[in-house]
């Protein structure tokens, strides 16, 4: 089977608009971190989500690092974040010397599961990461209880849940800090980017410093210091012009971005639903709370035999179907950075091995997927 014969598990949706753009910033040498365009796009994502401070950034990962040093997080800190979780919400700790403390998940959106948090905040908390799962909010309005009551801070890792909603706010625009993806797997995309977003004042102040290698340069640029200079510890985090030009046209298309993969969504779930019926697979739901941006299509099995047998079966015909993440807190390096031994955290476990991911693309072809729908069905009925 050739390469082209195979249907891919994301690809990015680009076309004209974005090679103009792309082009355009070239030809009038908009490169540089940080520039025209990034403070463009910046002032259309706070109006467009609803946010007071948007601060593009390299990656996700970059975005939670930054969140992580803006909130002081420090050796002796602990934060807590499910272990169904991407690699770089762990880093982002550990990398300030301070401790993961993994949670469980809800059975159903997979989303971390408020009630286990509180079971695991002491005296030492200092953060909260949700991880808002397949574009699908989190419990929002009891985390952000929680950090009231405990004195903590949300930071939404929104890497897949950009132009999503949770009761009708923007996801990543809910908690003291939220983090976005610009990934190349992501539904908006720039190959590699991020974005940083706050409604306070004083972290956005901090995170600028940050993002700018320590220094006072954003000030310096708005005109409120007369010259520029070191002033914390920081890094570079700023996304370049160029790739932020490609994200200006991506954003522009976001709304047919979403109906796209709403209706891919939609008739996966409508095929698989009689299977679910039979119990031979759970799908997963979309609780009332939330407007989903239906970033995956995800289900479980019933067993991690089938799941492997399934995802073999669907490859073999040239779907890239496959699994997703494998439970941090059974990583090798947890047991380096987590004294206290965590328990099994068996929900986790279990849907991190009964998971299976469909391709789920805009411009995935009608008759692509009807052929998926099949080969699955066969798989799984067998
Ligand atoms: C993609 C992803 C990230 C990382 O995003 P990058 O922009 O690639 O750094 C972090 N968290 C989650 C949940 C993700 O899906």
New binding site residues.
């Given amino acids: 089977m050739s390469d082209k014969d195979v249907i891919p598990l994301q690809r990015p949706w680009l076309g004209e608009e974005e090679i103009m753009a792309a082009a355009e910033a070239i030809r009038n040498n908009h490169l540089v971190g940080d520039g025209l365009i990034c403070k463009r796009v910046e002032v259309q994502m706070r109006e467009l989500f609803g946010v007071k401070h948007v601060l593009l950034t390299?990656?996700?990962?970059?975005?939670?690092e930054m969140a992580m040093i803006a909130l002081d997080v420090a050796p002796g800190d602990e934060v807590i974040l499910p272990s169904f979780?991407?690699s770089?919400?762990a880093n982002a700790i550990v990398l300030r010397g301070a401790r993961p403390i993994f949670a469980e998940i809800d059975p159903v959106t997979l989303n971390l599961d408020p009630d286990d948090v509180r079971r695991r905040i002491t005296l030492h908390t200092k953060a909260v990461i949700p991880?808002?799962?397949a574009g699908v909010g989190c419990n929002m309005d009891v985390f952000m209880e929680l950090a009231e009551q405990h004195g903590l801070f949300i930071v939404e890792?929104a890497?897949?849940a950009v132009d999503a909603k949770y009761r009708g706010r923007y996801l990543g625009t809910i908690g003291h800090i939220g983090?976005?993806?610009?990934?190349?797997?992501?539904n908006i995309t720039c190959g590699?980017?991020?974005a940083f977003l706050t409604n306070s004042d004083e972290i956005a102040r901090k995170a600028e410093i940050i993002r700018e290698k320590g220094t006072n340069r954003s000030a310096f640029l708005r005109g409120e210091v007369d010259k520029y200079t070191w002033v914390a510890a920081g890094s570079s985090y700023v996304l370049s012009d160029l790739l932020a030009a490609v994200l200006e046209a991506q954003l522009a298309k976001r709304g047919e971005t979403k109906r796209r993969h709403e209706a891919i969504w939609e008739r996966y779930y409508e095929a698989l639903t009689p299977l679910a019926k039979d119990d031979l697979l759970m799908l997963p739901a979309i609780p009332d709370s939330c407007e989903s941006n239906y970033h995956l299509f995800f289900f479980r099995v019933k067993s991690e035999q089938q799941r492997e047998r399934v995802i073999r079966q669907l490859n073999a015909e040239g779907i890239a179907a496959t699994f997703h993440?494998i439970p941090l807190h059974s990583a090798p390096f947890a047991r380096a950075v987590t004294c206290s031994p965590h328990d099994a955290l068996e929900i986790t476990a279990s849907a991190s091995q009964s998971l299976i991911r469909l391709p789920i693309y805009p411009d995935l072809e009608r008759s692509d997927q009807d052929r998926i729908v099949q080969v699955l069905k066969e798989a799984v009925e067998n």
């Fill in positions: 390299t990656s996700c990962t970059h975005a939670l979780a991407f770089s919400c991880v808002h799962y890792d890497a897949q983090c976005y993806s610009f990934h190349y797997t992501k590699e980017g991020g993440f």
